[in-house]
């Protein structure tokens, strides 16, 4: 088991610093979190039933670090929908990435979990529930409300 956790690691590094990355938007600390993250993986491999669920598994761990790490920083912040009407206008970049990457910010922990997996790593609906421990109807109207906020806030931009 170890050799797949291994070779699943390596394999999928840049997948892994990409998610971190999106959650803490500072290199240093995505790093830090893949390693933590693959220091739990190791450690806890003998929870891993099923090996056909190692990618759904690790995310899992990895997306609990990152939360893990933005409470530690103090810097997570859940955005409700009533906050979302008085926002200000959100910075004009000349890139529309950056855009995007300003209005997932605005989303609250689970929202942008959700449009990550489901839009940037293509997980199905299905595994998105398994990751994050939840109802699928929960996370369909979880995604379908965060897509509603995001075209709230690209349509300012």
């Given amino acids: ?11 999928n590094k840049e997948k892994h610093y990409r998610i971190a990355y999106s959650y803490v938007k500072n290199k240093d600390d995505a790093l830090d979190i893949v390693q933590d ?8 491999q003998h929870t891993l039933r099923e090996p056909h669920y190692l990618n759904t598994w690790f995310i899992k761990i990895l997306i609990n670090t990152c939360k893990t790490h933005l409470k ?11 906050i979302l009407e008085i926002l200000d206008e959100p910075y004009l970049d000349t890139y529309r990435s950056f855009e995007l990457e300003d209005a997932l910010d605005h989303l609250s922990y689970n929202e942008k979990t959700i449009i990550l ?9 299905k595994e998105v529930s398994t990751v994050m421990d939840q109802n699928l109807s929960t996370v369909k109207s979880t995604l379908y409300r965060a897509l509603k906020k995001l075209k709230v806030l690209l349509e300012k931009v």
């Fill in 1 to 11: 088991m170890e050799t797949e956790i291994v070779n699943y690691i390596l394999s």
């Fill in 37 to 44: 993250t693959i220091l739990k993986a190791l450690k806890y």
């Fill in 72 to 82: 530690k920083q103090q810097r997570y912040i859940d955005v409700e929908d009533d």
């Fill in 117 to 125: 997996l489901r839009y940037f790593e293509q997980f199905e609906l």
